[in-house]
């Protein structure tokens, strides 16, 4: 089976960085991604790694450890738009299915 | 392009009816899925496609069937509505194929309730 664990909520502020800590435990893995949500609204994909490392896009960055079954995302330069539910995700082996965490409410404050 | 499009936005089922969820998409995508939301449990797959043609079941399928018979199509048949069902549903598809990152590409989401 697939599980991923990551915290419920974040609360930081405006300008500050904010790291969101994801780990997984898989049968087979294929890459981690990243999704956002604001509420209401459907999730809108971040950023995917597949190996080691970090991947950076713009204010976002993702790192990914494989042999600690391990990720996270930072969101540098916080904006109040930032507020909102991040996932974590993972491809099983064959890269058919995508297994979602439950999601992590950051609140930026002012 | 459209994108990944979900038919009705909003929908009240009384316990034992049934009904079908649309969903369709117009990036020539292989892979579609679709995935529940329920307050703090994330996004919980139902069932998913690799190609027309092809299902297979995901974390949570009971209560629902899916066919694909076009590439195009993926739609959701809940076969006896119950209030558990309760939720908001969301279709999506991704390109697949080996060392794509599949980048899922989510419809806008079907809110029900079950009475």
């Known amino acids: 089976g697939q599980s991923l664990e990551q915290p419920s909520e974040v609360t930081a502020v405006e300008g500050a960085i904010v790291q969101i800590n994801c780990t997984y435990q898989?049968?087979?893995?294929?890459?981690l991604s990243w999704y956002q949500q604001h509420d209401g609204g459907a999730p809108t994909f971040l950023s995917y790694?597949?190996?080691?490392g970090l991947e950076e896009t713009g204010r976002f960055s993702s790192f990914l450890s494989r042999s600690d079954s391990y990720g996270y995302l930072l969101l540098q330069e916080l904006q109040m738009k930032d507020s909102a539910s991040y996932f974590c995700?993972?491809?099983?082996?064959?890269?058919?299915?995508?297994?979602f965490g439950a999601g992590t409410r950051l609140f930026v404050k002012a | 392009n459209a994108g990944v499009t979900q038919t009705p936005k909003f929908q009240v089922l009384k316990t034992g009816q049934s009904m079908t969820l649309q969903c369709a998409q117009d990036m020539n995508h292989e892979y579609m899925s679709w995935y529940r939301q329920d307050p703090g449990m994330g996004l919980r797959l139902i069932h998913y496609?690799?190609?027309?043609?092809?299902?297979d079941q995901g974390e949570v399928p009971n209560g629902y069937n899916v066919s694909r018979s076009t590439t195009e199509d993926f739609p959701l048949r809940l076969l006896s509505a119950a209030p558990s069902q309760t939720s908001v549903y969301f279709c999506?598809?991704?390109?697949?194929?080996?060392?794509?990152?599949?980048?899922?590409?989510f419809g806008p989401g079907t809110r029900l309730t079950v009475l």
């Open positions: 496609s690799v190609g027309a043609g092809i299902t």
């Open positions: 790694n597949a190996l080691d």
């Open positions: 898989t049968s087979g893995f294929y890459g």
């Open positions: 995700a993972v491809r099983d082996t064959g890269g058919f299915k995508t297994i």
């Open positions: 999506a598809s991704s390109y697949g194929g080996a060392g794509v990152h599949n980048e899922q590409f």
